[in-house]
């Protein structure tokens, strides 16, 4: 496969443009046999808390955007700190706070907080539970605060890589250019950088998600998180009307992207996002299977849960055990399946994906920097 694929800016799109069913299954057969070679068959868990919807942002795609009539949550301490406790009683190893951004005083010292507690967190012989923030854009001083209070990792998507693409989902008051910043900040502070793009929005083509996965070449990121954009029915970008791949052909596209990366960067972390399931009831561990190494299951309260709609979730919460029989809660967390609202758990404990528990699977690649 490697040597009829180049992975230069033509081989990528060309391979990103072909639709044909065998090409893309043996693509993603050679990703995972080379994760499995670099990497190991390990998958890394960060419990995902989604600790508010409230935004002072206006992205043009996203269903929580500043200017969207959405009934409003912000999670408190406690019920931050609980959830974090629950990922450690789960062995989860490592947790991911995010949320709309906010930059008020309030919040930055409330998330200050948060990470020295949930760093003093028991999780008996285990190392301290892992934090990766994804808080959007903040000063150099505040993401300088937050990694000093703990956090290690940050997760910010360029969205994609075309500075022309980025306008045009974004009002004009959102830059191109401070997103990079804030990217080059957090490398420089010592955060573990980890960005990704939206795959199948409208206008995007084929080059320019090559260019996205060169872009995650040329920033050297440790890891990646990047997924299928999936329309929310009231954003302005829906409302333009224009066209997008279908829901198949950006689930298609979601697991090649993932794994055209591992082929292009084979020691990264690269995350089998959310969106995937949404378009398919086993579309994380699909994404493990075409290369990804990372899930984030939910572990939001339910209740909020519901109500951070970046896009329509509903899919997600059709298999839980847990929504259909509280009493098989574990606080929030599912008791029957490592991982809330899919049938994921079942699909892993399969001979070909082992869970790496208790650890905070930092990348190969950023150990080696
Ligand atoms: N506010 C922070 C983090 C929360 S949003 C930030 O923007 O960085 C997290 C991610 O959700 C965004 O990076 C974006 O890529 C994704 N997202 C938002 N709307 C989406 C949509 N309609 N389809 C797919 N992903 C979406
Ligand atoms: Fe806010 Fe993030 Fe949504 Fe943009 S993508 S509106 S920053 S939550």
Redesign the pocket.
């Known amino acids: 496969m490697r040597n009829r694929l180049s992975l230069d800016r033509e081989g990528l799109a060309a391979a990103i443009a072909c639709e044909d069913a065998a090409f893309e299954e043996a693509l993603r057969e050679e990703a995972y046999r080379v994760k499995v070679e670099t990497v190991g068959p390990d998958v890394y868990l960060r419990g995902l808390i989604e600790i508010s919807n409230i935004?002072a942002?206006n992205?043009l795609?996203?269903?929580i955007r500043r200017d969207i009539r959405c009934q409003r949550y912000e999670l408190s301490e406690e019920e931050v700190l609980a959830t974090a406790r629950a990922a450690a009683r789960r062995r989860f190893g490592s947790v991911v706070i995010?949320?709309?951004?906010r930059t008020d005083a309030a919040f930055i010292r409330k998330i200050t907080r948060l990470l020295k507690e949930i760093k003093s967190i028991d999780t008996g012989d285990d190392p301290p539970l892992g934090v990766t923030l994804?808080?959007?854009e903040q000063s150099r001083e505040v993401y300088e605060e937050w990694f000093d209070a703990g956090a290690h990792r940050y997760l910010?998507?360029i969205?994609s890589s075309n500075p022309d693409l980025y306008r045009r989902i974004h009002p004009a008051d959102h830059s191109y250019d401070r997103r990079l910043q804030a990217l080059y900040d957090l490398k420089e502070i010592g955060y573990q950088a980890g960005t990704?793009a939206?795959i199948g929005m409208p206008f995007q083509t084929a080059e320019d998600m090559a260019d996205d996965l060169l872009f995650y070449k040329e920033f050297d990121a440790p890891m990646v998180g990047m997924?299928?954009?999936?329309?929310?029915p009231e954003?302005p970008l829906t409302l333009t009307g224009a066209p997008y791949p279908s829901a198949e052909r950006r689930f298609a596209l979601g697991l090649k992207m993932i794994a055209l990366l591992r082929l292009l960067m084979p020691d990264i972390n690269i995350a089998a996002a959310t969106?995937l399931e949404v378009l398919d009831p086993r579309g994380r561990e699909k994404g493990l299977l075409s290369g990804a190494n990372v899930i984030m299951p939910n572990i939001t309260p339910e209740e909020q849960m519901v109500k951070y709609n970046?896009?329509d979730r509903k899919t997600l919460l059709r298999e839980c055990p847990s929504s259909v029989d509280p009493s098989k809660r574990d606080t929030h967390i599912c008791r029957n399946c490592v991982f809330p609202f899919c049938s994921l758990g079942e699909g892993l404990s399969g001979q070909k994906i082992v869970i790496g528990y208790g650890r905070w699977g930092d990348s190969k690649h950023f150990r080696r920097e």
């Open positions: 935004c942002k992205c795609y996203c269903g995010q949320g709309g951004e994804s808080l959007g910010l998507r969205e990704g939206m997924g299928p954009y999936n329309p929310h954003t969106a970046l896009y």
